[in-house]
C-alpha cells in the first residue's frame, strides 16, 4: 500500500506529500542529473514539468482563517452525522465498522457527543493553529524574509 497522496504526476514525474506528513511535499523527477552532497541536493526540474505542477498547492489551509465557531459547527455536524450512522447501524458488523470511521480524531462512536465534540476540537484548533504557522512562513518568504526552517 502505497504511503503517497499525489498532488500532480506526470509520465517522468510525481509530485506528492507522505500520508501523515504536510510539513513536505515531495517530487520525484525521472532522467535528470542531479547534484547531491552531505547536506544539499540539487535537482534541476524540467520547466514542462515546473509549469504543470505549480499549479497544484501543496497544502489545504482552509481553516487557517475559519473561526473556533465554524471550527465547532463543522465538528458537532460531522459528529452528529457519525452518531446516526452508528445508531442506524443494523447489525454489530456495520455498528463497529461506523465506531472505527473517525475514531483517531473523535473517539468511538459510541462515546458521549460532547466527550466526541472536545475531541474533535482539539485535533481542528491544532490543524488551525499549524495553518496559520505555514501561511505565515508562506507570508515571509513571499516579503523575502527567511523562514524557520531556513
Given amino acids: 500500500m502505497s504511503t503517497k497522496a499525489t498532488i500532480a504526476h506526470g509520465p517522468a514525474f510525481h509530485l506528492y506529500h507522505e ?8 517530487l520525484e523527477v525521472e532522467g535528470v542529473p542531479f547534484q547531491a552532497s552531505y547536506d544539499r541536493v540539487v535537482v534541476p526540474v524540467p520547466v514542462h514539468i515546473w509549469e504543470h505542477a505549480r499549479r497544484y498547492p501543496g497544502i489545504d489551509l482552509s481553516l487557517a482563517d475559519a473561526t473556533d465557531d465554524e471550527l465547532r459547527a463543522e465538528v458537532e455536524a460531522y459528529v452528529d452525522e457519525r452518531i446516526a450512522r452508528y445508531e442506524a447501524a443494523e447489525d454489530d458488523r456495520e455498528r463497529a465498522f461506523a465506531s472505527v470511521i473517525g475514531s483517531i480524531g473523535y473517539g468511538p462512536a459510541d462515546a458521549p457527543r460532547e466527550e466526541q465534540i472536545a475531541h474533535g476540537m482539539e485535533g481542528r484548533l491544532r490543524r488551525r493553529a499549524y495553518e496559520r504557522q505555514v501561511r505565515m512562513a508562506i507570508e515571509r518568504l513571499s516579503e523575502g524574509e527567511p523562514s524557520a526552517e531556513d
Fill in 19 to 26: 500520508i501523515g506528513d504536510d510539513r513536505y511535499v515531495y
